[in-house]
């Protein structure tokens, strides 16, 4: 009898304390996993690496960052005319990124060089370079984590858009759709003041440029539109007195329809001949 106790004693000790410490060394190993990423990054904004890296880093789990990594042939003995300007832009995006005030442990970028990482183009039956692949933080990669260079070209504004639809990073996507990434790219001055007339532009004439405080705006108005959507979607599913819904009804419409006019006037001041138009010219 007391053995059989013993031993219902030992299984039960077993099975409630492996979880707990599986548990702890995974949380302690995602710790160590990260806190490396972020000291690599902090010296290069492209962290560069090699079969072992990727395999440990980007393919092994625990993870719970992005990883967008450029595949390429930079040495001297396979070195790739177009590889040379695709790296260019990459590391301005990357750097762009890295001092940004937005920046999160949950993205990283880096490279796998061909005379550094073949095994890796190997796992990946990858034949061409450059390639950008975005690895996600959960779930496996899909057709879209591919960027399509021959589509989009290599410019860091067109990898910035293609990351921040690819990344579940709420703050790298307010940044994108507001044009900032732009701003730390190309730095333009916040808005322009015409000599002769004193007068003080905030929006950019052309559609090939903008002001910071044209981002500034851009990106009020766009959070704006998202508090009035948010609010339409609880006035519709919240279980709060009718009267109360109302309000948030009525809130959220206004908001909608008040600034995404004012966005679309934005649009049709920098893209001249464009045709439609909502309560504002």
Known sequence: MLKKLFICLFVFFIHNHEPADGQKKKETLLSEKVTQMMEWTSKRSVIRMNGDKFRRFVKAP????????MFTALQPQRQCGVCRQADEEYQVLANSWRYSSA???????????FDEGSDVFQMLNMNSAPTFLHFPSKGKTRLSDTYELQVRGFAAEQLARWVADRTDVQ???LIMTSGQMWNHIRGPPYAHKNPSTGQVSYIHGSSQAQFVAETHIVLLFNAAVTMGIVLLCEAATSDIDIGKRKIMCVAGIGLVMLFFSWLLSIFRAKYHGYPYSFLMS
């Open 103 to 113: 920046f999160t442990n949950k993205v990283f970028f880096a490279s796998v060089d």
């Open 62 to 69: 625990p993870r719970n960052y992005s990883v967008v990594i």
């Open 171 to 173: 703050c790298f996507v």
